[in-house]
């Protein structure tokens, strides 16, 4: 059975790793340690942020955590700058249900949902559309010491 929970300060050293994890399958270039990982989520977490770790039971009532999602609630949104599931748990409907349970018992059904994704994770993307999110905004970049064209 999955189960979800908020997030406390003793989950911190699991929520970095993860994050750390979910960099490196994104392909983002952040190239934050680990401690400076745990760092930045505890500002987030003593700040707007809100972590939710999504747990399957497993043998000798042990539960095993397979996911986590990070998200802020403003005024007129809910921003959702995290969601991470177990690499050997992937393609298992686990993100789906992540998203479905913060949809239906977590956030508010008032408030515009968003989430940003790297072009190139196409994982993601083909994810995020499959779960509802529509294409909005496209961020481009040139990066420093780029010649004009
Ligand atoms: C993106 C991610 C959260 C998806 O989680 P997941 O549990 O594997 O997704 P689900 O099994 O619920 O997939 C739901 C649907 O999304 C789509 N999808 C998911 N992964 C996909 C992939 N690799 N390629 C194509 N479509 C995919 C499919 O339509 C899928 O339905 P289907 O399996 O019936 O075809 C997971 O791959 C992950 O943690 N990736 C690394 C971190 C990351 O990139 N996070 C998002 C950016 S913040």
Avoid at 7 to 14: E, Q
Avoid at 45 to 67: K, P
Avoid at 131 to 137: E, F, L, M, P
Wanted: glycine fraction near 6%.
């Amino acid at each position: 059975m999955l189960t979800h929970r908020r997030a406390t300060a003793g989950d911190l050293d699991l929520l970095a790793e993860m994050n750390l994890r979910l960099i490196r399958d994104e392909g983002h270039r952040n190239a934050m340690s680990v401690a400076e990982l745990k760092q930045r989520m505890a500002q987030w977490l003593s700040g707007e942020y809100v972590a939710l770790i999504f747990e399957e039971d497993g043998f000798q009532e042990r539960s095993a955590v397979v996911a986590y999602a990070l998200y802020a609630e403003r005024e007129d949104e809910i921003y959702l700058r995290q969601l991470f599931v177990a690499r050997e748990r992937r393609r298992q409907g686990i993100g789906r249900w992540a998203v479905a349970i913060l949809r239906s018992e977590v956030w508010p059904q008032t408030k515009r949902l968003t989430v940003e994704v790297l072009v190139r994770n196409a994982a993601a993307v083909a994810f995020w559309r499959a779960v509802g999110y529509a294409d909005y905004c496209l961020t481009l970049e040139i990066l420093p010491g780029t010649k004009p064209c």
